[in-house]
């Protein structure tokens, strides 16, 4: 167990709509970073946040964001969702610069 | 943007095997992480190292910076061992803000 939780563990939706994946990072963590993993992509960085702030982006789409909270908390927001979207998405904490701790992830299937 | 390049793609042994993976990349960079990733898909980070050599349990970890090349062993490789093993370095030559880039993976699979 990394100590970084991630919810739902898994979503299914339709095109068109969109979801909310959320993040709690190990305590005493001030880094959350996203990550999409897909079959054709593999792993790939989407963005970064450092004790609320952006700090670097990826590939992310701009259809999707996100946003770290005052408790540290992060969410990745995907809109107008397509079937390409389908993926498992993790998030990682760590102290900045540091080894990072990966979550169970969460798989969304887009139908 | 660095890029990674990971062999072999796929490593079938038999238990007991020494195993060996290796990594390059482009740009020169901070430190390299070494993830494992079994076919539930949780991802366990294994190692982070900037230099020289690290040891935990039955694996070894090396850099050489120069070169721009890693090496993961597995000694006594056990079936537990199968797995997906994954390189990855900051995306950019920075390093703490930077997300990671990710080899393709070693698909490795220790028979009994």
């Known amino acids: 167990d990394s100590g970084v939780t991630q919810t739902p563990k898994h979503l299914i939706t339709a095109t068109g709509q969109r979801v909310t994946l959320r993040c709690s990072p190990r305590?005493?963590?001030?880094?959350v970073y996203w990550y999409q993993q897909s079959l054709d992509q593999g792993l790939q960085f989407l963005i970064h946040?450092?004790?609320?702030?952006?700090?670097a982006k990826g590939n992310i789409l701009e259809r999707f964001s996100a946003q770290q909270f005052p408790d540290l908390h992060s969410e990745l927001n995907l809109s107008s969702l397509e079937l390409g979207d389908s993926a498992l998405y993790f998030c990682?904490?760590?102290?900045?610069?540091?080894?990072?701790?990966f979550g169970p992830g969460t798989r969304l299937t887009v139908l | 943007k660095n890029e990674v390049e990971q062999s072999p793609q796929n490593l079938t042994a038999q238990e007991g095997e020494f195993i060996t993976i290796n990594c390059s990349y482009s740009?020169?960079?901070?430190?390299l992480h070494w993830l494992q990733q079994h076919p539930g898909g949780g991802i366990v980070s294994l190692f982070m190292?900037?230099?020289g050599k690290k040891k935990h349990g039955r694996l070894i970890a090396t850099i050489n910076i120069q070169e721009k090349h890693s090496s993961l062993h597995i000694t006594a490789s056990h079936p537990r061992d199968s797995a997906v093993y994954i390189c990855?370095?900051?995306?950019?030559?920075?390093?703490?803000?930077?997300?990671?880039?990710f080899g393709k993976g070693t698909h490795l699979i220790i028979q009994p």
């Open positions: 990682a904490s760590s102290v900045f610069a540091h080894e990072q701790f």
């Open positions: 305590s005493g963590d001030l880094s």
């Open positions: 946040y450092y004790n609320g702030e952006e700090r």
């Open positions: 740009v020169g960079i901070s430190a």
């Open positions: 190292l900037s230099s």
């Open positions: 990855a370095v900051p995306t950019y030559s920075g390093g703490g803000a930077d997300g990671l880039t």
